[in-house]
């Protein structure tokens, strides 16, 4: 009799292998959706307005810098001749702001399943005590405004059952060989001949030993690893999420907003609470807007089915400005935008055709 014929086929866990605990009710094999938080116990303190700074205005580029960063420019072009940077008159600089204002709210989701791993000796706790709600577990956070995932096994949630795939054998038969432990002869197809001659590498028999079970048609049980019986319990996973939204604000400056992307700017605000208050006294109203309508969607979307551990606002200034210039007699622009003072000049005036061979 083959190892198939002796181990029955394996089976989806069975309905009543998982018990039905107080307060998950809902859990299932796999997972759901998130667990909405409880109601705090004490009332939340409204959200109260951050620190207004006394001072919102810009530095302006100087010349000398914005000279610079054109002959840096120019020089980290083979094509590029030199003559407009060096020779160029600047005949007015204007700057244009552009303001990156960002949210970011540090939420707590919690879910639950059950699931199963191999019994390797642990207590079967079910029922021992009652066991604790979802959001009654402890979990260490991490970092504010760090990513992070944990699971938990709940307490008073476990219990041993067999193992449904082998039926608490702890072996399965063997896929490759269908579990008679060997297979039809390579060199001669099972025929157990070839060219008239007994085949040598099956001494005649017309079958090779299965080198996946070592020839004994069944292998160990990957659901339980061998051990018969499995450890069944409620796992709480908790996810630790920093939701991120970005609100960028271009004045008409005619510079590419792609080019922004790749240079940083000056922190200008910084504030973080439990709940923030929308921003207060930006010069610039599309920053005001977008706080007051990103921190309301915020609050609203992440607290049913999440905890709003902290909240935090930046308002970045990513400079830009527009420099117009003289060369030849001829008028020309270019831009220095960001920290770096990166360069954008795509109507460059002097330049040539190189061949690199």
Request: aromatic share 8%; net charge negative.
């Amino acid at each position: 009799m083959s190892n198939a014929a002796m181990y029955p086929p394996p089976s989806a866990p069975p309905a009543n292998m998982f018990g039905n605990v107080p307060g998950y009710e809902d859990t299932v094999l796999g997972g759901g959706g998130y667990l909405p938080p409880p109601m705090p116990l004490e009332p939340v303190a409204p959200p109260q307005p951050g620190p207004e700074p006394d001072d919102w205005s810009i530095p302006s580029l100087s010349e000398d810098v914005a000279r610079d960063a054109f002959k840096s420019f120019a020089s980290s072009h083979c094509c590029y001749s030199s003559g407009p940077a060096d020779d160029g008159v600047i005949t007015s600089m204007e700057p244009f702001n552009t303001y990156r204002y960002r949210l970011e709210t540090f939420t707590e989701s919690r879910s639950t399943e059950w699931t199963h791993k191999p019994h390797e000796g642990e207590p079967a706790d079910f029922y021992t005590q009652t066991a604790p709600r979802p959001w009654e577990i402890q979990a260490t956070p991490p970092s504010l405004f760090t990513n992070h995932k944990e699971e938990i096994r709940v307490p008073y949630t476990s219990s041993i059952k067999d193992c449904h795939s082998c039926h608490g054998s702890g072996r399965m038969p063997c896929h490759e060989c269908n579990g008679n432990g060997s297979k039809p002869c390579w060199v001669c197809n099972g025929a157990g001949v070839r060219d008239d001659e007994n085949c040598t590498r099956c001494n005649a028999t017309g079958k090779d030993s299965c080198s996946d079970c070592n020839g004994q048609g069944a292998k160990e049980c990957e659901t339980c690893k061998g051990r018969r019986q499995l450890l069944t319990y409620i796992q709480l996973k908790v996810e630790w999420t920093n939701n991120v939204e970005d609100h960028v604000v271009q004045q008409n400056s005619g510079l590419k907003i792609d080019d922004l992307r790749s240079v940083t700017g000056k922190e200008l605000f910084k504030n973080n609470q439990y709940l923030l208050y929308p921003l207060l006294g930006f010069p610039n109203p599309a920053i005001a807007e977008a706080s007051e309508r990103l921190v309301r969607e915020h609050q609203s979307k992440y607290a049913q089915n999440s905890r709003i551990l902290q909240q935090r606002q930046t308002v970045e200034l990513i400079p830009i400005t527009k420099v117009n210039y003289k060369w030849k007699g001829d008028t020309h622009v270019y831009y220095v935008y960001g920290n770096e003072h990166q360069v954008s000049a795509d109507n460059y005036p002097a330049t040539c055709c190189c061949v690199i061979l």
